[in-house]
């Protein structure tokens, strides 16, 4: 049994806990608790001297357990376990006492009451580092390789800015070349440049030494975990493994087609690709165009709004009157989402060029006549008719089927419309919650190609942060199976929110040290209680809640 | 002297302790009767804690983690009111569920945390000292803490809570997915039953019992405790002790334990 | 500072600036991350909560916070400004002004003692003026890094050589009226700026009423006005009788899509005029929200979602209407005189309280800036981004992110600075 010598260090910040508290009382206190060798109080434990008079006396004492009441452990943790670092201590061994932010400020008028809070509070921490074991953080070797999963221009421009980083690179691509969706279009918005021109940096992509580009190929399995990955790939001739650090999904979407709706013919009713696919070969020859918005979207089977289409319809629109000036066209919408500067003021140039904007309800959708349009315009309140050469459908950007089956082989989310779920919206827009596998691009959420390339440089940095170095260190206090007592319910890989825990051969659950946040939701469910989560055990946890003044 | 009750506190680093901390920054004033354990995610409280806080004697128990959506390892918290939901109907089975709550309290609502600690400590105020508390607790209470203790512990209700989100949320290894009010029946029903075993059980650890005696003294139709010495002794929890003129009496298989 | 140092500029320390430089301190090169203000955190920091998931702003900002000012290869320059830019990408060097905080920020432990003691009332930036502060003072309450500042403007003893009284009560010593503001040399391969920016001030829509009428605010005065930190401590009354407002009206495109004043779109106003109407709701069930619009701009992912919510569980109505004028009756409840766009007629709508959603805007010194950085600005005065390669600035090795180039919300600031950093990364390296 090793022998705990505990030293306490009780801070007065002031008159911040001292003048509120009876610290020296706290002292003496503290003096009678089981292994305590030495107690003191402290003007200041965050200075410079409160630092070294905690340094030298772990070293004085030979003290194997500090505690500092202090402040809250949320800001000043760090710093104490580094003092305690520096003497020689692990720094797991250390446990903090929030006498101030919790206890001091908050009964600033019970000077006794609080003084006997903080007694308890002490000793509950006392008990706690009874139990403290030295913990180490985890080294993990990083492969430093990315793996891009999806040619299009997401997954080039991810690509070759990590090459330019000097990451090797392998992008892989299901179809026989790479370019994706932007291949089929004609002109982009809102420069009106060439789509080709864009598609340029395919080239410098092929070319990159060092990035190795495999079209044809599509992953079939994907094992390992962050730094680690082994993803096993189909070719034509077979099936390879690729070893790589972390993987970016950048699969892309695909666009609806809008079989049955709006007598979709494919040939003077078609969709928005369709069209720009005639406007690369110039066939437009008809006068009276009518496009419509939201087909397929925004309705009770696919509730979202695709984001995109709207600036679509208004792109062809315009390259169509530059094309064919005495062109009419209508655009039947309903609302125009042309978020931002550029967009806003594009809008504003479409209807300056004359298109036409009708906005109609969904509960009175526009009706495709022989050779003219029925749509109500509620601002009129009645229905108007326009006459029609060719009907543009503007249909949405739909998950790729396949999505499924990588999510599956990534163990990641999709969301309800299928496309990648990330991490977190706000902060983690394009990480997933298993560390080292990122997304970017519309197998997102339908994006244009500026948010394309804005997103896949994001992925493309946050996968550098883990492929720039060559051992990741991951926290100590971590969850770890009991294997004597697993059976192997896999009720923790079910719910672990980071895909930390697998199944060995043996049918034992096993986490993966560098995936693990440490959150302890594993050992609060097992149903065996085979899950020790350190620095929180449960062991720990009951001497708290045993000294915390229950008798 | 008025009644000042021991409360214990488990909060979340992110969220609840964040919020705690800015309540001290703000000055704002509570009641000092509050000692706080912080855990890295309110996921972590095992529903057994609180109960053991509640059997040492402390008056009251309360639990706060990130409004739901916030949590900082993402879906913890709810994982965390599934299991606190059932502990509050375990309590509630023996009358204790006014000593413990559930709350959600963020970063930024210092002065809510204020007032979440101070209504806490007066409705604990209100329901007086811990039953477990003094030189007399209450015996028979804590026979049926323990019970209730070990009906958490035990794996057949930790699985079926441990799977209620899989199964009511993605569906079970067919597929199919369970209706929620129908699962949390399911669980209500295994909750209830088990809790008995473990009343039957505590009482068989003490002395040999027949299932007349057992009903007496829980209060509850002998053909029920029948049943339940069916399924305990197929479990290997109990076994036959004697037979009594033509009533057997059945003891716990220590060895079980 | 060594002539090959592999560093970074970070221009603004908002969440963009902080998640670019997360990205690239992680990445393993050095950052030097300048805010204006004294303590990092941005806007983001101001809102109460954020959508299309409500989390909580503050509780999702703070690890980021104090990461930063943890992070061995991040150095906080607060209080600082970038006076001049010279050289070119791979080599620039950057000229900070750095003001005096009159703190030592080693001492400093953040007990309040002095704000306590201050004698000076100031209106309070950070909570949209909406309370009053002191001369000495932390910016907001879970600021980083969490010290004291000291307003040059406000103070008795700057200003008028009177009073000291901070420096008598602080029992760490930590006030030091000695600091002078200072100049840092810095020589950086990348800079990214993500400056941010400023919400419109709708005074001079007269027809609006802001400022005469006490109970229209704006879209930031009502986040703070809920947040549960904030001056009001979330409970939600009108300043003109303190009761609880309990019809709510939010008017849309405030500034924005207006010829006369911001002819784009703002980008977040439908979505955060929703995520405010739904916590107004949480509040108080008896709240009822009508926002009104002219398009309903919801493309993001899970926002079309996210307005289906308020209608149905939130019960908030959408009007799609054109308000020409706000006027109050004698109970100084706001009336809307609006043109109904489904009806085209001129309607009344009397509310308790209105919220304008103002447009977002370049920062005021946005131009002077870029005249430093010898960048080029688009036609509204944010900083011109290329089309196509939309982090690039018109210079090489300066790269933009977040709201400093256009409206964005908070995940797209986020991919915008994730993806600077990627840029600043890779010119760092090429240029190296």
Not at chain 1, 309 to 320: F, H, P, Q, R
Not at chain 3, 388 to 413: A, F, Q, T, V
Request: proline residues 4%.
């Amino acid at each position: 049994m090793e022998d705990i010598k505990m030293g306490v260090f009780i801070c007065h910040c002031g008159t911040n806990i001292g003048g509120f508290l009876d610290v020296p009382s706290l002292v003496e206190y503290a003096k009678t608790l089981p292994n305590v060798t030495f107690a003191t109080d402290n003007l200041y434990s965050c200075s410079e001297v409160g630092l070294s008079l905690i340094k030298e006396k772990i070293e004085e004492h030979d003290l194997n357990r500090v505690i500092v009441a202090s402040c809250t452990p949320r800001t000043h943790e760090p710093l104490f376990r580094s003092i305690c670092q520096e003497a020689g201590l692990n720094p797991y061994l250390f446990e903090m006492v929030n006498i101030r932010d919790q206890c001091s400020w908050v009964h600033m008028k019970e000077t006794e009451a609080a003084t006997e809070k903080a007694k308890i509070l002490i000793e509950m921490g006392v008990a706690k580092a009874l139990l403290l074991q030295p913990l180490e953080k985890f080294q993990i070797d990083i492969n430093p390789t990315a793996l891009i999963i999806g040619g299009g221009i997401a997954g080039m421009t991810a690509a070759l800015n990590l090459a330019n980083q000097e990451f090797k690179v392998i992008l892989i691509e299901k179809e026989p070349e790479l370019g994706g969706l932007l291949r089929y279009l004609y002109k982009l918005y809102p420069t009106h440049d060439d789509a080709s021109k864009v598609l340029e940096v395919r080239n410098l992509v092929e070319n990159h030494q060092k990035i190795k580009v495999i079209t044809s190929t599509e992953p079939v399995k994907i094992e390992g975990f962050i730094g680690n990955y082994k993803v096993s790939v189909k070719r034509r001739d077979g099936i390879y493994d690729i070893d790589t650090g972390i993987i970016i999904v950048a699969t892309g979407a695909q666009v609806l087609k809008p079989e049955g709706l709006f007598g979709y013919n494919g040939s003077t009713i078609i969709t928005q690709l369709e069209l720009e696919q005639l406007l690369k070969e110039n066939k437009i020859n008809v006068k009276n165009i009518v496009m419509i918005q939201c087909v397929g979207a925004r309705n009770e089977e696919r509730r979202y709004c695709s984001n995109i289409c709207c600036m679509t319809a208004l792109k062809n629109a315009m390259l169509i009157k530059e094309l064919k000036p005495d062109a009419n066209i209508s655009i039947i919408f309903r609302d125009i989402q042309t978020q931002g500067t550029t967009y806003e003021e594009y809008y504003r140039k479409a209807r300056e060029k004359g298109i036409t904007f009708i906005r109609y309800i969904p509960e009175k959708v526009p009706i495709v006549k022989e050779s003219n349009i029925e749509v109500y315009n509620d601002y009129l309140n009645q229905d108007i008719s326009i006459p029609y050469d060719m009907i543009v459908l503007s249909t949405p950007l739909i998950a790729n089927p396949d999505s499924e089956d990588l999510a599956k082989m990534l163990k990641v989310p999709l969301e309800e419309n299928h496309f990648f779920l990330e991490a977190h919206v706000k902060l983690r827009p394009v990480d997933f919650a298993t560390d080292g596998i990122y997304v970017c691009g519309s197998a997102h959420w339908p994006a244009d190609i500026p948010e394309a390339i804005s997103q896949a440089y994001a992925a493309a940095s946050r996968a550098s942060t883990i492929i720039s170095k060559d051992v990741l260190e991951v926290e100590g206090a971590i969850a770890e199976v009991d294997e004597d007592l697993c059976v192997g319910c896999g009720i923790c890989i079910k719910i672990c929110p980071y895909n930390a825990i697998s199944m060995d051969d043996n049918g034992i659950a096993h986490v993966t040290e560098a995936s693990c946040k440490g959150c302890g939701l594993c050992g609060a469910t097992c149903p065996e209680k085979a899950i020790t989560n350190h620095h929180f055990t449960t062991k720990q946890i009951l001497a708290q809640i045993l000294a915390s003044g229950g008798k | 002297m008025s009644f000042e009750p021991n409360i214990l506190g488990f909060l979340c680093n992110w969220c609840s302790y964040a919020g705690a901390d800015l309540a001290g920054v703000s000055r704002v004033q509570y009641p000092p009767n509050i000692r706080v354990i912080r855990v890295m995610c309110s996921g972590r409280v095992d529903p057994v804690f609180v109960i053991e806080a509640l059997a040492t004697g402390l008056d009251g128990v309360i639990v706060m983690g990130c409004h739901l959506g916030d949590c900082h390892y993402i879906d913890g918290n709810y994982e965390e009111k599934m299991k606190l939901d059932l502990l509050s109907k375990a309590l509630q089975l023996i009358g204790l569920s006014g000593r413990f709550r559930l709350e959600w309290v963020s970063a930024s609502e210092g002065v809510r945390f204020g007032q979440v600690v101070s209504e806490f400590t007066k409705q604990i105020k209100n329901e007086g000292p811990s039953p477990f508390s003094g030189s007399k607790p209450n015996q028979k209470l804590k026979e049926d803490l323990e019970a209730i203790k070990r009906t958490l512990s035990d794996n057949r209700l930790r699985t079926l809570v441990g799977r209620e989100r899989a199964i009511t949320e993605f569906g079970n290894v067919y597929e199919e997915i369970i209706e929620f009010e129908e699962y949390e029946k399911i669980i209500d029903d295994a909750l209830n039953s088990e809790f008995l075993r473990n009343k039957i059980l505590i009482k068989l650890e003490k002395e040999p019992l027949s299932v007349k005696n057992l009903s007496k003294s829980l209060s509850i139709e002998s053909s029920l405790i029948l049943e339940h010495i069916v399924s305990l002794k197929a479990r290997n929890l109990i076994d036959f002790n004697r037979i009594d003129g033509i009533t057997p009496y059945y003891h716990a298989l220590k060895e079980a334990l | 500072m060594g002539e090959n140092s592999n560093s970074v500029l970070v221009i603004g320390g908002g969440i963009a600036g902080i998640q670019a430089s997360l990205d690239l301190a992680e990445r393993g090169i050095k950052v030097e991350l300048v805010e204006k203000k004294p303590c990092i955190g941005g806007r983001m920091a101001q809102l109460d909560k954020t959508f299309p998931t409500n989390d909580c702003s503050i509780c999702i900002l703070a690890p980021k916070l104090a990461e930063c000012y943890r992070h061995p290869n991040i150095t906080l320059h607060t209080l600082a400004e970038v006076k001049e830019i010279t050289g070119k990408a791979g080599n620039f060097k950057a000229k900070l002004l750095q003001h005096a905080r009159y703190i030592k920020a080693e001492e400093c432990i953040n007990c309040g003692i002095c704000i306590e003691k201050c004698p000076m009332r100031v209106d309070d930036e950070f909570d949209v003026f909406l309370r009053k502060r002191r001369a000495i003072y932390i910016y907001f309450l879970q600021g980083v890094p969490s010290i004291m500042a000291i307003d040059p403007e406000k103070c008795l003893y700057l200003t008028k050589d009177a009073c000291r009284i901070c420096e008598k009560v602080c029992e760490r010593e930590a006030i030091d009226f000695e600091q002078k503001d200072s100049e840092v040399n810095l020589n950086v391969k990348s800079i990214i700026v993500a400056t941010g920016y400023e919400p419109f001030d709708p005074s001079p829509l007269v027809n609006l009423g802001y400022k005469h009428l006490p109970n229209v605010v704006t879209g930031l005065e009502f986040e703070r006005m809920i947040c549960a930190s904030g001056p009001l401590k979330g409970h939600l009354i009108r300043s003109s009788d303190r009761k609880e407002p309990k019809k709510l009206a939010f008017i849309n495109c405030v500034g924005s899509r207006d010829m006369k004043y911001n002819p784009y779109c703002s980008s977040v106003c439908c979505m955060y005029t929703t995520k405010e109407a739904m916590i107004a709701y949480e509040h108080d069930n008896s709240i009822q929200s009508f926002i009104f619009y002219i398009d309903l701009r919801a493309g993001g992912k899970g926002f079309r979602e996210y307005i289906e919510r308020g209608q149905k569980e939130y019960g908030i109505k959408y009007i799609k209407g054109k308000v020409a004028k706000i006027i109050e009756d004698d109970d100084k409840n706001p009336i809307i005189i609006y043109e109904d766009m489904n009806t085209s007629k001129m309607k009344k709508f009397p509310v308790d309280l209105v919220i304008l959603a103002t447009s977002m805007i370049p920062n005021k010194d946005t131009p002077e800036l870029a005249n430093i950085l010898g960048i080029d600005l688009d036609k509204n005065n944010f900083f011109l981004s290329n089309a196509y390669l939309p982090l690039d600035s018109s210079k090489k090795g300066i790269y933009i992110c977040g709201c400093c180039r256009g409206p964005m919300d908070i995940p797209n600031s986020v991919i915008d600075a994730s993806g600077a950093a990627a840029k600043a990364a890779e010119n760092a390296i090429r240029e190296g």
